[in-house]
Structure formats: C-alpha cells, structure tokens
C-alpha cells in the first residue's frame, strides 16, 4: 500500500483499537506494562485530530490507560496527554501499512521521557503467528529497514 501520509488517508486508515504486536520501544519491553493497545477517535478530519487511548496490563494485573490528542502535521502526528500528562508530548508517524490496513508501523521520535523507537500494530482478531507472518514478509512496505526488523521484539497480543 503506497505510504498513508495525507491527512484523509490516515483518517480513513486509524480509527479502532490496535494491539502492538511487535517494539523496539523500552516502554512495552520492561515487562511491567502488558498487553498494550492503542485506540484511535476521529475527532476531527479538518484540521486531522484523534482522541487516543493508550490501554495495558500492569505486571500485577491492573488495567491501566494513557489519554491523550494526536494532532497532524505535515510530517506526522504530535501526541499530546492529558490532565497530569498535559506537559508530556511526543511525534510519531506512520511509517507503512499492509494492502489490508489491518498492520500498521509507527515510528516515534526521541521524547524527554521516551528513546526514538518503533511500534508495529494490528487490528483485533488477528493471531500472533499470522502477524508475524504477514510482517516477516512485508517488513520493506511497512517501511522498516532490515535493522529495524531485527529490532523488534515480538509480543503477545491482547485478547
């Protein structure tokens, strides 16, 4: 699929609830933040805006969610939280996604309290080995280098 970087085309391809299937991103790599997902509501298509939700499992069990607003611009999407979180921001991007829209790759950039890192998401309903197949083989049109690919850590996804 050739690369969602216009506004309608990520409003179109984002909304819903993701897993993260696969990181490089110490956040989800730590063992103490389980499971995560990220949900996606358009907000706005003009100028783009999506309310986001940001959901995993503690180490102990407890459901824990991140909210915050992703505005768009030209070169991606600055994320922003909200209430105590109000003062942390990040960018990220889409980096590719299959024909299917049902696995996109995201890169963030370094952040005052996060590394620059990949997320490589899947929509719900697809199996973990199914997903690692379809990225396995897709990794260039998903926009990851072969160092990047060999980055990622593979995770359990979320029921």
């Not at 790599?29 to 996606?40: A, N």
């Not at 490589?120 to 309903?125: A, C, E, L, P």
Request: hydrophobic share 45%.
């Amino acid at each position: 699929m050739p690369l969602p970087t216009d506004a309608a085309a990520l409003a179109a391809l984002l909304p819903g609830t993701w897993s993260v299937g696969a990181t490089n991103s110490p956040m989800w790599l730590g063992g103490d933040r389980l499971r995560p997902r990220f949900s996606y509501e358009l907000e706005s298509a003009d100028p783009l805006v999506f309310g986001n939700i940001v959901s995993f499992t503690r180490g102990d069990g407890v459901e824990k969610t991140i909210v915050g607003r992703d505005r768009f611009r030209a070169d991606g999407f600055v994320w922003r939280g909200s209430r105590l979180l109000s003062f942390v921001t990040s960018r990220w991007s889409v980096i590719g996604s299959t024909n299917d829209s049902n696995i996109v790759a995201i890169r963030f950039t370094k952040s005052k309290l996060s590394p620059a890192g990949i997320d490589v998401i899947v929509r719900d309903g697809m199996d973990s080995h199914a997903f690692r197949t379809a990225v396995a083989g897709l990794s260039e049109s998903l926009g990851l280098t072969q160092g990047e690919f060999a980055s990622l850590t593979w995770l359990e996804l979320a029921d």
